[in-house]
């Protein structure tokens, strides 16, 4: 049971809009930013946004975060046959003193 | 650009010893933090802990008393050691540049590829 709650899986056609949720609470989400990785099957994660919303430099601006409250969530537009991966969000838990990931979604283009 | 690279044994009894140790190339061991991270065969990530350059470490407190995170700055290297471990910590094990502690959620932006450590006798 992962501390950060992720849909398992996700899918969308090439070229839709694909979002991916991340739960948390006041301990984690609610009181610090979140940060997404992305893990193309059989290498090690990437990171995809830090800080909630900042890209770096190489990752294109098709992918997008945001937070709420409690919540973020990461935006994929104009899915591509390449973005078939899993996706990671974490985030800081001041309750639990550590670095807290979600479950990981397996993003899949129909 | 910094890479980093893990080396270790690949099986361990169970109740020895794990040891990891991970190069980095690119970048000042000394002028930043480094983390390990872990991951179950099919399963989700889990962070271990990191060593800051004052060589200060945190954990994660469910690992808390098996683990120790070290650095040898002469050799570009920090390493990992986990004590009696059991067939649960059967992982792919990275390692990982540590970036925003004490300002942001801390984030992971340069990995290892992994290395994969089964425990078996």
């Known amino acids: 049971q992962s501390v950060l709650t992720q849909p398992p899986s996700a899918s969308g056609t090439p070229g839709q809009r694909v979002t991916i949720s991340c739960s948390g609470s006041?301990?984690?989400?609610?009181?610090?930013?979140v940060n997404w990785y992305q893990q193309l099957p059989g290498t090690a994660p990437k990171l995809l946004i830090y800080?909630?919303?900042q890209r770096p430099s190489e990752v294109p601006d098709r992918f997008s975060g945001s937070k709420s409250g409690t919540s973020a969530s990461l935006a994929i537009s104009g899915l591509q046959s390449e973005d078939e991966a899993d996706y990671y969000c974490?985030?800081?838990?001041?309750?639990?003193?550590?670095?807290?990931f979600g479950g990981g979604t397996k993003l899949t283009a129909l | 650009q910094v890479q980093l690279q893990e080396s270790g044994p690949g099986l361990v009894k169970p109740s020895e010893t794990l040891s990891l140790t991970c190069t980095v190339s690119?970048?000042?061991?000394?002028?930043?933090?480094w983390s390990w991270i872990r991951q179950p065969p099919g399963k989700g990530l889990e962070w271990i802990g990191y060593?800051?350059?004052?060589?200060?470490?945190y954990y994660n407190p469910s690992l808390k008393s098996r683990v120790t995170i070290s650095a040898d700055t002469s050799k570009s290297q920090f390493s990992l050691k986990l004590i009696s471990v059991t067939t649960a910590d059967t992982a792919v094990y990275f390692c990982?540049?540590?970036?925003?502690?004490?300002?942001?959620?801390?984030?992971?932006?340069?990995w290892g590829q992994g290395t994969l450590v089964t425990v078996s006798s």
């Open positions: 990982a540049r540590v970036r925003g502690v004490w300002i942001i959620s801390p984030y992971f932006d340069y």
């Open positions: 690119g970048g000042s061991i000394s002028d930043n933090y």
């Open positions: 060593i800051l350059n004052s060589g200060n470490t």
């Open positions: 006041s301990s984690n989400i609610g009181r610090d930013t």
């Open positions: 800080s909630n919303d």
């Open positions: 974490a985030a800081w838990d001041d309750r639990l003193n550590s670095v807290v």
